[in-house]
């Protein structure tokens, strides 16, 4: 199994851009598979960001694609997720998880999750 | 608001069956084999339970199973255990070729 280890600033101002990365381990991303981003807000349900693939083929959550932007990077084993013009509700843990089939129908495994939090 | 319904809150006694609905419509559940269920604990990661409606990964014992008619899902926990006390989220692929969940659903072992 692929081990996922989410990083970012932690703290985004409002109106500002979150950028997070997440790390994989062994499991060479180019091998494959697409890399879900998923994120949870404090005591509320999760909700599917997007998904990509080492190709850059991408799906996204309709409600979020305008802000979102994902990438990959084979040569240091990571993606990426770029949100611009964050608000108080973007504040979540996300979590990055590998999306085993071609379209996003379940995940697994699921990294240890970031915290975000934006305020002023 | 979640865009799949699951009740807030279930209980049950150990050694028990307990179900957990999850109910779309015919764009996300109703349409596809694609529904899976994840049970976290508080704080921690999310972990794959059930996928493609009822299926298991290696090693979620049997006492945990999934099934769905029309619009509902449902997620069946039997012989209870303390260690099943957790919250579970549903989700579904749907017509829009995305992904939706449920608000999740905290299970209290009485």
């Known amino acids: 199994q692929p081990q996922l280890q989410e990083s970012g600033p932690g703290l985004v101002k409002p109106s500002e851009t979150l950028s997070l990365t997440c790390a994989v381990s062994r499991y060479p991303i180019s091998n494959g598979y697409y890399w879900a981003w998923i994120r949870q807000p404090p005591g509320k349900g999760l909700e599917w960001i997007g998904s990509i693939y080492h190709s850059g083929s991408v799906y996204h959550n309709p409600s979020l694609k305008s802000r979102v932007t994902m990438s990959v990077d084979t040569s240091q084993n990571h993606v990426s997720l770029k949100m611009t013009s964050v608000t108080v509700a973007d504040t979540a843990m996300y979590y990055c998880?590998?999306?085993?089939?071609?379209?996003?129908?379940?995940?697994?495994?699921w990294g240890q999750g970031t915290q975000v939090t934006v305020s002023s | 608001q979640s865009v799949l319904t699951q009740p807030a809150s279930v209980s049950g006694s150990p050694g028990q069956s307990i179900t957990i609905s999850c109910t779309g419509t015919?764009?996300?559940?109703?349409?596809?084999?694609?529904v899976s269920w994840y049970q976290q604990y508080p704080g921690r990661t999310p972990k794959l339970v059930i996928y493609d409606v009822s299926d298991r990964p290696s090693g979620v014992p049997d006492r945990f199973s999934g099934s769905k008619s029309g619009n509902t899902a449902s997620l069946t926990i039997s012989g209870l255990q303390a260690e099943d006390e957790a919250d579970y989220h549903c989700?579904?692929?749907?017509?829009?070729?995305?992904?939706?969940f449920g608000g999740g659903t905290k299970l209290t072992v009485l």
């Open positions: 015919t764009s996300d559940v109703g349409g596809y084999d694609y």
């Open positions: 998880a590998r999306q085993t089939r071609v379209i996003p129908i379940w995940f697994d495994p």
């Open positions: 989700a579904s692929y749907t017509s829009s070729h995305s992904l939706v």
